[in-house]
Structure formats: structure tokens, C-alpha cells
């Protein structure tokens, strides 16, 4: 059985396809607002506030008798910007009740924790960040991942940091950035991208569908920490542009800026260039390559 924790959410309803799609599990969706969900033969949803620690209680006894359970940890509070002003709602969210949660809930044969390339140092072209290299996060939410990625691998669980995801929102009535990029263009209209803001970037889809393999096949001497990112380096602009291509749309509507003259679009620190190696996850599950796909 999978226990996904923040399943309302992009990464989220990815892991429910990826999971239905690989597995013949069961999942139990949690999130502190389910309004609006639907249960399914194989999905069941339960409102959790991972902050009470009643309704982790509550959790617990609904898990009761099951075993080997599975849980995809995707809680957080995390846009940057929301951090930096939020600091105290912030930690409490992504420190403390996920020490509690870790503390609370029995019977879990593997859990993945959700980080982020945040937790790096900001990076240089043609320098690739394996999973022990020096972190040194420039923005609060990036030292919170930190903090939380030591935390699960001190309980005796695993991380996976994911780059800049993208990819069509599959849940209905929300849109994605990719999905606001799609309808302006596709309507004629210019959008701005950055062309200095470097990722080892992946779609939605890639990237969990690697994460339910390894939990598929997790075993107790797998690497506590593993980056799941694409191979190609590629700048915000350039995946505009692929995104263009793929939808027949002139190339000339995405328009390059830089993040060096940025003033409006972010209001805390991020770094321009963050390349992940990704060359242990595909020793693991014996991939070839791990690429972008749209």
C-alpha cells in the first residue's frame, strides 16, 4: 500500500498516475484539504493536517493492520518567496510536524522524502552536484530542506532531490507553468523566460516515475539520498523553447530575460545555475538515461 502525504498538489497527482500506472497498489491520498476529491476503487482520500498531531494520530489508526506500507512524503510549505515572509509557519510545516509525522506513523516499510536542489550551493556550468557534495543553501526554504533531508535520513528513511519540475497540470481546474506558457503562445502572445537560469530539468512524469521504480524495487543498502534530475543542461528559455516546438508555435514568443535584471518576478535569493548528477539513481535502477520529456 502507498501512503502519499500532499497528494493535492502537481507532484502529487503525478504520483498517483505513476503509481496506478507501475503498481497494483492501493494508495491512501492525505492532504489538509481533500474538498473536491474523488475515491476510486484502487485511491482512497483522507483529510490530514499534518500540523495536529490528533489527525496524524487519526492517520496512524486508519493504517492500522496494514503492512508494508509505502509513503511519498510531499508536504511542504514551499515557494521561497512564501518562506521568507511566512518563516515561523514555514518551519513549523516543514521541520517540526515532519518530525512528528516521522515519529507517529508505524508500519512504514520505505519512505521517500521530496527535496530539492535548493539544498546546493549555487553552481557553476559544467559542474554537476553529486548527492555528498557541499550544500549551502542561499534561501531559508533551500536550509529547511536541509534541515528536513537530515532529519528523515537520521530516522532511517530516504531523500530524493528533484530539479525544476515542468509539465502539463493533470489536475483538473489548476494550471501549471507549463500550461500558462502553452495558452499564451498558443494565442499569439510573447512570454518571458530566463536565459541565464540554468536546471538539469525534468518532466513531472520522468521524475516520478523513477521515484515509484526505486520504491518498487527499494531495498535497505540503497543510497539514503539520491538526486533524480535529467541529463541535458538547459536553461528556463530553452525549455520555452522546446515547449514551443512542440506545439508548432513561433519560437520568436518566447522571449529571453535574465535573472541578473530580475526585479519583479521573485522576491527571495535563488541561485542561476543548479546541475544535479543523476549518475547514481541510474546505477541503481540500471538506466541508460534520464531526459525531458513533453
Not at 498531531?53 to 506500507?69: D, P, S, V
Not at 518562506?83 to 509525522?101: G, Q, R, Y
Not at 528536513?148 to 483538473?172: D, K, S, T, W
Request: proline share 3%; net charge negative.
Amino acid at each position: 500500500m502507498y501512503l502519499i502525504v500532499g497528494a493535492s498538489g502537481f507532484v502529487g497527482s503525478y504520483a498517483i498516475r505513476e503509481i496506478l500506472k507501475e503498481t497494483k497498489e492501493e494508495i491512501l491520498a492525505t492532504d489538509k484539504n481533500v474538498e473536491g476529491q474523488e475515491d476510486t476503487d484502487r485511491v482512497q482520500w483522507m483529510s490530514c493536517d499534518i500540523t495536529v498531531h490528533e489527525e496524524l494520530c487519526m492517520l496512524n489508526e486508519r493504517l492500522k493492520g496494514k503492512k508494508q506500507i509505502k509513503v511519498v512524503y510531499l508536504a511542504a510549505y514551499h515557494h521561497p518567496d512564501l518562506v521568507l515572509a511566512n518563516p515561523h509557519l514555514a518551519w513549523n510545516i516543514n521541520i517540526t510536524s515532519l518530525s512528528d509525522f516521522l515519529n507517529t506513523i508505524e508500519n512504514v516499510e520505505c519512505l521517500f522524502y521530496s527535496s530539492t536542489e535548493m539544498v546546493y550551493k549555487p553552481g557553476e556550468m559544467n559542474v554537476f552536484f553529486k548527492e555528498d557534495a557541499e550544500k549551502d543553501p542561499i534561501n531559508a526554504y533551500g536550509r529547511h530542506k536541509m534541515v528536513a533531508e537530515q532529519i528523515v535520513v537520521g530516522y532511517g528513511y530516504n531523500v530524493v532531490r528533484f530539479p525544476f519540475l515542468i509539465g502539463p497540470c493533470i489536475l483538473p481546474g489548476k494550471k501549471h507553468f507549463y500550461d500558462v506558457i502553452v495558452e499564451t503562445i498558443q494565442a499569439g502572445n510573447s512570454i518571458e523566460m530566463f536565459e541565464d537560469n540554468f536546471k538539469t530539468a525534468l518532466d513531472f512524469g520522468t521524475a516520478l516515475s523513477t521515484l515509484v521504480a526505486l520504491m518498487e524495487n527499494y531495498t535497505s543498502d540503497m543510497p539514503k539520498i539520491l538526486n533524480i534530475s535529467g541529463d541535458e543542461v538547459l536553461s528556463k528559455y530553452e525549455i520555452g523553447l522546446k515547449i514551443a516546438d512542440k506545439y508548432g508555435c513561433s519560437r520568436d514568443l518566447i522571449v529571453p530575460i535574465s535573472m541578473k535584471n530580475d526585479t519583479k518576478i521573485f522576491t527571495e535569493k535563488r541561485a542561476n545555475c543548479t546541475l544535479l548528477d543523476n549518475s547514481a539513481v541510474k546505477k541503481t535502477l540500471g538506466l541508460k538515461e534520464l531526459k525531458l520529456h513533453f
